[in-house]
């Protein structure tokens, strides 16, 4: 809609329509957006707050135990926690669903409310599963093993006290539990869920796991099909009781990047992305590591292999009718909490989804699973004022929802950057972009107001404050149109970067090899020390 005006009052919406028919009250703040795009907040229909997205954050995966305690990587999750409310509304996440955890989940929930800068939380409790984990478990486990389907109905309703939003189960084959004992259980903790009002989500990634968690009472599929290409009459099943379907792609491409030692970061992920996690992914034992490097190495290739599988069956997916819903699976090994959601769309893109049903699947799509009745995913009158501002068309271009001008929660408009300072690399990235694109106020918008830009070893001032930088680069930029810096080698360290550079299209030399030294505080460049060859 074209030169549109949206009317909040007290945090709802109750108008939207052409700006030339708004009644606006005198009273109102009138914000102008006019050349941005306002869409629902994004909604994560699958996050764990028990996990971290860190290395040493699934000990059964990949056990690193040795090296990290798990009760500090758990006390250090608890610790951040607040921090990880704003990288989930930075990133344009305004709501999210826990699907399982320890009991503390609720206590998650609660302060999530009380937050006027967390997203929305819905939660389940701790898994009902198939199989144990006992790496997991200090004394509140987010997976407990049902030993038959009377335990079961006993798991569901110890979590059914404390109201959860969802039941989740944890459908696993293993040689000693059989799909039949998976079966009865799913058919029992969906009776018990039911009869309280509350749906089930079923983990099942084969094809008759999935198969026998819709026969008996799964609501929610959560994860892609894995292990093999679905079948039309899977599909129709799927279609006829109307069962929610959650792709889940990101997590699987996550995991094989860090436990294969090749992660590739999107800008998102280093601007939102929590910078003492990512930093734990280098720390991946190499290939000399023995048992470990092993173990890493097959978890990646298979991981690698299910997520093609997934990914294939989304498009029929989709075909046959079925409802979708975006979720990451963050916190998951290499799944950021926040920014994983923009790869999550960009996979769904590439798997042949149309952009508008990727951004369906992503508001009131996932909104579905959050609640059977969402009060938000839409931007229509009555429901909860969650959008968000956008500097470009995300119709166009998928990777438009990142260009994030503003988050609105419950009709508060925020800017991402004053919810989370860019990580020193995201900054550094970005001036070397605007570098690029030969933009001098973008250039010279990522360097504080005191700025010094130095000659190392030499300690020479060449440019100090703002003005003299923007001087010295708008020279530089109108003399060289051919400018280019390529990053040969980058080196993160706390708020330093350094940046190995090759420099071509220069005015004077054809080409120059550099080494430039960031300093960045408060989410700019305070200072930068050059090295020339």
Same mark, same amino acid.
């Given at each position: 809609m074209a030169d549109a005006a949206i009317l909040v009052h007290q945090g709802r919406i109750t108008w939207v329509g052409p700006k030339s028919q708004a009644r606006i009250p005198p009273t109102a703040r009138v914000v102008d957006l006019t050349g941005s795009w306002v869409m629902p907040g994004l909604v994560d229909a699958h996050v764990h707050f028990f996990q971290s997205a860190g290395l040493y954050t699934r000990p059964d995966i990949i056990d690193l135990r040795a090296v990290r305690p798990y009760a500090d990587e758990m006390a250090a999750i608890k610790a951040d926690l607040a921090d990880t409310f704003r990288r989930y509304l930075a990133s344009g996440v305004t709501a999210v669903v826990d699907m399982g955890g320890p009991f503390w989940n609720f206590d998650i929930r609660?302060?999530?409310?009380?937050?006027?800068?967390?997203?929305?939380?819905?939660?389940?409790?701790?898994? /009902?599963?198939? %199989?144990?984990? +006992?790496?997991?478990?200090? @004394? #509140?486990?987010?997976? !407990?093993? *049902?030993?038959? &389907?009377?335990?079961?109905?006993?798991?569901?309703?110890?979590?059914?006290?404390?109201?959860?939003?969802?039941?989740? /189960?944890?459908? %696993?084959?293993? +040689?000693?539990?059989?799909? @039949? #004992?998976?079966?009865? !259980?799913? *058919?029992?903790? &969906?009776?018990?869920?039911?009869?309280?009002?509350?749906?089930?989500?079923?983990?099942?990634?084969?094809?008759?796991?999935a198969r026998q968690a819709v026969l008996n009472g799964a609501d929610i599929l959560v994860h892609s099909?894995?292990? *093999?290409?679905?079948?039309?009459?899977?599909?129709?099943?799927?279609?006829?009781?109307?069962?929610?379907?959650?792709?889940?792609?990101?997590?699987?491409?996550?995991?094989?990047?860090?436990?294969?030692?090749k992660v590739d970061l999107l800008a998102e992920e280093r601007r939102w992305g929590a910078p003492q996690v990512v930093s734990t992914w280098s720390e991946m034992p190499g290939p000399d590591s023995g048992e470990v490097a092993a173990q890493a190495a097959d978890r990646a290739a298979r991981f690698g292999a299910r997520m093609k599988i997934g990914r294939d069956n989304l498009l029929p997916v989709h075909k046959a009718g079925i409802p979708l819903a975006t979720g990451t699976d963050a916190g998951n090994i290499g799944t950021l909490p926040g920014p994983s959601m923009h790869r999550e769309m960009q996979l769904m893109v590439e798997a042949g989804l149309p952009i508008e049903t990727v951004l369906q699947a992503s508001t009131s799509g996932a909104a579905r699973v959050f609640s059977p009745t969402p009060e938000f995913g839409t931007v229509a009158p009555g429901m909860l004022a969650d959008l968000l501002v956008l500097e470009a068309d995300p119709l166009a271009d998928i990777r438009n929802v990142a260009r994030i001008r503003f988050v609105v929660r419950e009709g508060i408009l925020h800017a991402p950057r004053d919810l989370v300072l860019p990580s020193p690399e995201s900054v550094v990235q970005d001036q070397v972009d605007a570098y690029n694109a030969r933009d001098v106020e973008r250039f010279v918008a990522l360097f504080s107001p005191d700025a010094e830009v130095l000659r190392h070893p030499s300690g020479e001032v060449l440019a100090r404050g703002r003005d003299a930088i923007r001087a010295t680069y708008s020279d530089l930029f109108e003399q060289s149109p051919d400018l280019h810096c390529r990053i040969l080698r980058r080196t993160v360290q706390g708020r330093f970067v350094i940046d190995q550079e090759l420099v071509t299209g220069h005015r004077r030399k054809p080409a120059v090899r550099a080494v430039a030294i960031y300093e960045v505080e408060a989410g700019l460049i305070r200072r930068c020390w050059l090295v020339k060859e």
């Amino acid at each position: 809609m074209a030169d549109a005006a949206i009317l909040v009052h007290q945090g709802r919406i109750t108008w939207v329509g052409p700006k030339s028919q708004a009644r606006i009250p005198p009273t109102a703040r009138v914000v102008d957006l006019t050349g941005s795009w306002v869409m629902p907040g994004l909604v994560d229909a699958h996050v764990h707050f028990f996990q971290s997205a860190g290395l040493y954050t699934r000990p059964d995966i990949i056990d690193l135990r040795a090296v990290r305690p798990y009760a500090d990587e758990m006390a250090a999750i608890k610790a951040d926690l607040a921090d990880t409310f704003r990288r989930y509304l930075a990133s344009g996440v305004t709501a999210v669903v826990d699907m399982g955890g320890p009991f503390w989940n609720f206590d998650i929930r609660e302060a999530a409310r009380k937050d006027p800068l967390a997203p929305r939380v819905a939660v389940a409790g701790p898994l /009902i599963s198939t %199989v144990a984990r +006992p790496q997991l478990d200090l @004394g #509140d486990p987010p997976i !407990i093993r *049902a030993d038959s &389907a009377e335990h079961a109905r006993k798991l569901v309703g110890e979590q059914l006290a404390r109201k959860p939003d969802l039941t989740k /189960i944890w459908f %696993v084959l293993t +040689p000693e539990r059989p799909a @039949g #004992d998976g079966a009865a !259980i799913v *058919a029992e903790v &969906a009776k018990a869920s039911h009869a309280a009002g509350v749906r089930l989500a079923v983990h099942a990634t084969e094809l008759e796991t999935a198969r026998q968690a819709v026969l008996n009472g799964a609501d929610i599929l959560v994860h892609s099909i894995q292990d *093999a290409p679905v079948d039309p009459g899977f599909l129709a099943l799927v279609k006829e009781r109307n069962v929610l379907y959650i792709p889940n792609l990101i997590v699987l491409e996550g995991y094989a990047e860090v436990l294969g030692r090749k992660v590739d970061l999107l800008a998102e992920e280093r601007r939102w992305g929590a910078p003492q996690v990512v930093s734990t992914w280098s720390e991946m034992p190499g290939p000399d590591s023995g048992e470990v490097a092993a173990q890493a190495a097959d978890r990646a290739a298979r991981f690698g292999a299910r997520m093609k599988i997934g990914r294939d069956n989304l498009l029929p997916v989709h075909k046959a009718g079925i409802p979708l819903a975006t979720g990451t699976d963050a916190g998951n090994i290499g799944t950021l909490p926040g920014p994983s959601m923009h790869r999550e769309m960009q996979l769904m893109v590439e798997a042949g989804l149309p952009i508008e049903t990727v951004l369906q699947a992503s508001t009131s799509g996932a909104a579905r699973v959050f609640s059977p009745t969402p009060e938000f995913g839409t931007v229509a009158p009555g429901m909860l004022a969650d959008l968000l501002v956008l500097e470009a068309d995300p119709l166009a271009d998928i990777r438009n929802v990142a260009r994030i001008r503003f988050v609105v929660r419950e009709g508060i408009l925020h800017a991402p950057r004053d919810l989370v300072l860019p990580s020193p690399e995201s900054v550094v990235q970005d001036q070397v972009d605007a570098y690029n694109a030969r933009d001098v106020e973008r250039f010279v918008a990522l360097f504080s107001p005191d700025a010094e830009v130095l000659r190392h070893p030499s300690g020479e001032v060449l440019a100090r404050g703002r003005d003299a930088i923007r001087a010295t680069y708008s020279d530089l930029f109108e003399q060289s149109p051919d400018l280019h810096c390529r990053i040969l080698r980058r080196t993160v360290q706390g708020r330093f970067v350094i940046d190995q550079e090759l420099v071509t299209g220069h005015r004077r030399k054809p080409a120059v090899r550099a080494v430039a030294i960031y300093e960045v505080e408060a989410g700019l460049i305070r200072r930068c020390w050059l090295v020339k060859e």
